[in-house]
């Protein structure tokens, strides 16, 4: 049996540090010639191929190829987490991919964040795939997480009282399994 601390290490895994780890490691190498190369082309090339000696004061110049260079890397780990984000939710990979890397200017992944769907999880029961904010599974009825018996939103398993409606919580008989959770 689990106990409560290590419960809480799941929960905060499962926050922004859980989402950066869906970032795969090719994603993380691609930033970084992203950013190399951009360094070079704007150190390099560009003012190779000027006519006439920059008029930017040198410090500008340090910030607007950092700038660049960033936004170049941080496309790419953009890229590489849509690549890993959206099979979670039931999306296809390859199409989302293609999609953030053709259109322009980062509307793809704009578009990909504006119509992402919710985190598909299992039902224990049936092994059905359903929605993480789910109380019960649509194809089995087993519950999968404590509501109020009462207005049916979502309620802590070591809530006394439904922060909602006011409903007690102990009259509705949770299910034994979820008892386990509150220890």
């Known amino acids: 049996m689990r106990t409560s601390t ?14 950066l780890r869906l970032i795969p490691l090719w994603s993380v190498a691609g930033a970084l010639l992203a950013f190399t190369v951009m360094q070079y082309v704007m150190w390099i090339v560009v003012p190779a191929h000027r006519h006439h000696p920059s008029t930017v004061p040198f410090g500008f110049r340090i910030y607007f190829n950092i700038s660049i260079s960033a936004l170049a890397s941080l496309y790419v780990l953009m890229v590489g987490y849509i690549s890993r984000d959206s099979p979670r939710r039931g999306m296809s ?15 793809g992944a704009v578009l990909y964040f504006l119509l992402r769907q919710s985190v598909l999880s299992l039902c224990p029961a049936c092994g059905c795939r359903i929605e993480s904010d789910y109380h019960f599974c649509p194809q089995c009825a087993y519950q999968v997480a404590p509501c109020c018996g009462n207005c049916h939103r979502t309620a802590k398993v070591t809530d006394l009282y439904c922060v909602y409606c006011g409903h007690n919580l102990s009259s509705d008989h949770p299910p034994a399994r979820l008892h386990a959770f509150a220890e």
């Open 6 to 19: 290590q419960k809480r290490g799941e929960m905060q895994a499962n926050g922004f540090s859980g989402e």
């Open 93 to 107: 990979a390859g199409i989302w991919t293609v999609v953030c890397l053709v259109m322009p200017s980062g509307i």
